[in-house]
């Protein structure tokens, strides 16, 4: 199957600071870039879609000025956490698809810790 | 709504079979996707059904009927490695995939 690198895979920051996550697809063109987030014992979490060069289409209750995401490319969409704090601590998820009749793949996912 | 219904837990015997049941109720339906997650991983893909009918797939097959709105997992000879959760989406006419809350799924030797 494609393959789908997400980086990185652990994170710990302080409370206050910005992580950007990174979602790239290594073998085909992802047109539509899918982010997650999960916690303990639950299922996924769909935050955002992403479609390459337009902006990205947020769930209800998701606040876009806080997960800032880019998709600049058919390769790679990126996830901001600004002004992170200790409730966003959680198990980040991309996926990406290349047409609408496949599967999405999943990148590897990344623990974020905010202290 | 939508809404995607899977049991919460079950739990099998090394070397049984167990399956896992996924009823859906959906706003137009492109197909249905089975995953594996182990703890603290991201989902692998498992199988796709967009079709009536059973496909199979070495130990694991995946059964579907639309008009019911029905999907089940099969897992034969379970191992050890079977221990994960079990992920049942449905992709929606939009092409969005509306999830289940996933089948903790404990194998016991």
């Known amino acids: 199957g494609a393959v789908v690198s997400q980086h990185p895979s652990r994170v710990i920051c302080k409370s206050g600071t910005s992580v950007k996550i990174e979602c790239r697809s290594l073998?085909?063109?992802?047109?539509?870039m899918f982010w997650y987030r999960q916690f303990p014992k639950q299922s996924l979490m769909l935050m955002a879609t992403s479609n390459e060069g337009s902006k990205a289409t947020y769930e209800q209750g998701v606040e876009k000025d806080k997960f800032l995401i880019n998709h600049a490319s058919l390769t790679l969409s990126t996830l901001t956490v600004t002004s992170a704090h200790p409730e966003d601590s959680s198990f980040y998820i991309c996926?990406?698809?290349?047409?609408?009749?496949?599967?999405?793949?999943f990148g590897q996912g990344t623990r974020l810790t905010v202290v | 709504g939508q809404n995607i219904d899977q049991p919460t837990e079950m739990t099998a015997t090394e070397g049984a079979i167990v399956q896992i049941n996924c009823t859906y109720q959906t706003s137009g339906f492109n197909g249905l996707f089975w995953y594996q997650q182990h703890a603290g991983e991201a989902p692998t893909f498992l199988s796709y059904?967009?079709l009536d009918g059973l496909e199979e797939k070495g130990r694991f097959s995946s059964f579907l009927s639309r008009s019911k709105g029905y999907s089940y997992l099969l897992l034969k000879e379970l191992q050890m490695k079977d221990s994960a959760s079990y992920l049942c989406a449905v992709m929606d006419s939009n092409y969005q995939l509306i999830w289940g809350a996933g089948t903790k799924l404990i194998i016991k030797p």
């Open positions: 059904n967009v």
């Open positions: 073998d085909f063109q992802a047109t539509t």
């Open positions: 996926s990406a698809r290349n047409d609408r009749d496949t599967e999405a793949f």
